[in-house]
């Protein structure tokens, strides 16, 4: 099975600090990573797939790059709405799994 | 718009089983695969099992394997995850999700159901 690292762990950062969380893969998965936000109480939800493609609706802040098996989602001016737990998410072959996530809190 | 309505949850003993369910609207269920993810209380994203748009392909985690079923019925545009032989760690709020195969990633999600596996 693919196992993935996320890093940091736990992120403390201030409106408008750029951000940047890594995603490892234990081998390489090409580009078939996404990023997915997540906030207290609510369902995840899709912020970047294939890599680096935003998804419809997501501000152009977000981004994300990398292929093989090292993988970055960059913030490139924190809001207060962003303030959530992030994860990455591997598929290209079952088990789909996620990331151990990163919570990014003030 | 696009929702997935999740209903099924609840409190079962150790060993015992549930069924959960997802109903789907404004969009044509039987052109997509489909999948169920689960969260333990204070934890991270952990994907469960996921069905073709036919139904004709199930996959599932290892933890899950031989004791959940995922089916759906495209005619009720309905997603489904049988539970059986309930354990513990079972624990969680689980959610299904719309999967989208190409490219991939989980597109729609449900609001969540949780699942209590206690005596």
């Known amino acids: 099975d693919i196992q993935l690292t996320q890093s940091p762990s736990f992120l403390s950062a201030s409106v408008g600090d750029r951000v940047t969380i890594t995603c490892r893969a234990s081998?390489?998965?090409?580009?078939?990573l996404a990023w997915y936000q997540q906030k207290p109480g609510k369902a995840p939800e899709v912020l970047i797939y294939?890599?680096?493609t935003l998804q419809s609706g997501v501000p152009s802040r977000f981004s994300g790059s990398g292929s093989g098996t090292e993988f970055t989602l960059t913030i490139s001016s924190l809001q207060p709405e962003d303030f959530a737990t992030y994860y990455c998410?591997?598929?290209?072959?079952?088990?789909?799994?996620f990331g151990p996530g990163t919570k990014v809190d003030i | 718009e696009v929702q997935l309505l999740q209903s099924g949850g609840g409190l079962v003993q150790p060993g015992g089983s549930l069924r959960l369910s997802c109903v789907a609207s404004?969009?044509?269920?039987?052109?997509?695969?489909m999948t169920w993810v689960r969260q333990a209380p204070g934890k991270g994203l952990e994907w469960v099992s996921s069905?073709?748009?036919?139904?004709?392909?199930?996959y599932y985690a290892d933890s899950v394997r031989g004791r959940f079923t995922i089916s759906r019925d495209n005619s009720k545009n309905t997603l489904f995850l049988q539970m059986n032989s309930l354990r513990a760690e079972d624990t969680a709020v689980y959610y299904c999700?719309?999967?989208?195969?190409?490219?991939?990633?989980?597109?729609?999600w449900g609001q969540g159901t949780l699942v209590t596996v206690s005596s």
């Open positions: 999700a719309q999967y989208i195969v190409q490219p991939r990633y989980f597109d729609y």
């Open positions: 404004a969009f044509t269920f039987s052109n997509y695969a």
């Open positions: 069905i073709t748009n036919s139904g004709g392909g199930t």
């Open positions: 081998q390489g998965i090409s580009s078939y």
């Open positions: 294939a890599a680096s």
């Open positions: 998410q591997h598929l290209i072959t079952y088990p789909l799994t």
